[in-house]
């Protein structure tokens, strides 16, 4: 499969607008089915989670060089792309963000 953020914010914003899928069925992709922990597990084809307080529901994937997460915050309709052309490029550029969102909210 051959993406680019375009998609996956136009993937996000019609899927939970029902455009793709009818209500029933996004609750059913959306219900976690596997928990991991308390917070975040993986529905049926989706990963579910909390950013703060909201919930947030992501799709990942990988092969020989190329790699991506895609999440998406309903509630404040965050959409967040990180795609790679390295197979796990896509996990060095979240642990350099990861670490300043933690620095700066540590200043906070």
């Known amino acids: 499969m051959y993406t680019n953020a375009h998609d996956l914010h ?3 914003t019609r899927l939970f607008s029902f455009k793709i899928i009818e209500k029933e069925n996004l ?3 959306t219900n976690q089915e596997n ?3 308390d917070i975040s597990g993986y529905g049926m084809g989706i990963y579910t989670g ?3 307080e909201y919930n947030c529901f992501s799709a990942t994937g990988a092969d020989a060089g190329v790699g991506f997460i895609s999440q ?3 509630k404040t309709q965050t959409i967040i792309n990180i795609l790679s052309n390295h197979t796990e ?3 060095g550029i ?3 963000f990861t670490a300043r969102v933690k620095m700066v909210s540590s200043r906070l």
């Open 10 to 12: 136009n993937f996000w």
């Open 50 to 52: 909390k950013y703060r």
């Open 72 to 74: 998406y915050i309903p």
């Open 35 to 37: 928990p991991f922990d």
């Open 89 to 91: 490029g896509n996990k």
């Open 27 to 29: 609750q059913n992709l």
């Open 94 to 96: 979240i642990n350099f």
